[in-house]
């Protein structure tokens, strides 16, 4: 009995997919694996899309406990890229985002739920232009497992949308909210 209940055990074991344990993660900003980028209505006939080019962050995830994982990341608001120098320069001044008085926009995470089929709901605190307020970002788990380095990563995408008035921001022509695409690859930490 006892020789059968541990070869259960090890087949069990042996099934469950590859990174499905509780892992902290850094995300892969150096390789260029991970984004921060937006779009924002222009005038209402189009959008202007974008990025954040230096962040850093780092998350806990653990397939079997949803509930224990947490993302904490950190972006430099100075580092927007809109494709277009002259508007991102205006972004960057007083009129809007006002990065010399607010060089970093943070998110922390407070809740983080399984909505089934690989699907989440990460909740959290999102610092920026020196208002604090709760945002919720719909997740989606896309893969885990090893890399050709000998690492293993976990990958993750995910959208929200912010009002700029909650956060003390003007409409920039014409839009009152920006839609935050994300897409997120980690490293696990050893």
């Known amino acids: 009995m006892k020789k059968w209940l541990a070869t259960a055990s090890l087949c069990t074991t042996m099934l469950l997919p590859i990174g499905a344990v509780a892992a902290d993660y850094t995300i ?6 991970a984004s921060v980028n937006f ?7 189009s959008f202007t899309q974008g990025r954040f080019n230096e962040f850093e962050g780092t998350f806990s ?3 079997q406990d949803i509930a224990a994982s947490k993302v904490n990341v950190v972006v430099d608001t100075s580092s927007i890229d ?3 120098a ?14 010399s008085k607010y060089p970093k926009a943070t998110f922390t995470s407070t809740k983080v739920t399984d909505k089934g089929d690989g699907k989440l709901a990460v909740d959290g605190t999102l610092e920026l232009h020196g208002k604090s307020l709760p945002v919720t970002i719909d997740a989606e788990f896309i ?3 090893k890399d050709p380095w000998g690492g293993e990563r976990a990958g993750f995408k995910g959208t929200s949308r912010i009002d700029l008035k909650d956060f003390g ?15 997120v690859e980690g490293v696990q930490q050893k």
């Open 143 to 145: 893969g885990a497992g």
């Open 28 to 33: 892969d900003t150096k390789g260029a694996h």
């Open 169 to 183: 921001i003007k409409e920039m022509a014409g839009a009152s909210y920006v839609d935050l695409d994300l897409y």
């Open 61 to 63: 995830y653990d397939p």
């Open 82 to 84: 809109s494709n277009h």
């Open 86 to 99: 002259e508007r991102d320069k205006h972004i960057r001044s007083d009129d809007f985002l006002d990065v």
């Open 39 to 45: 779009r924002v209505s222009h005038l209402g006939y």
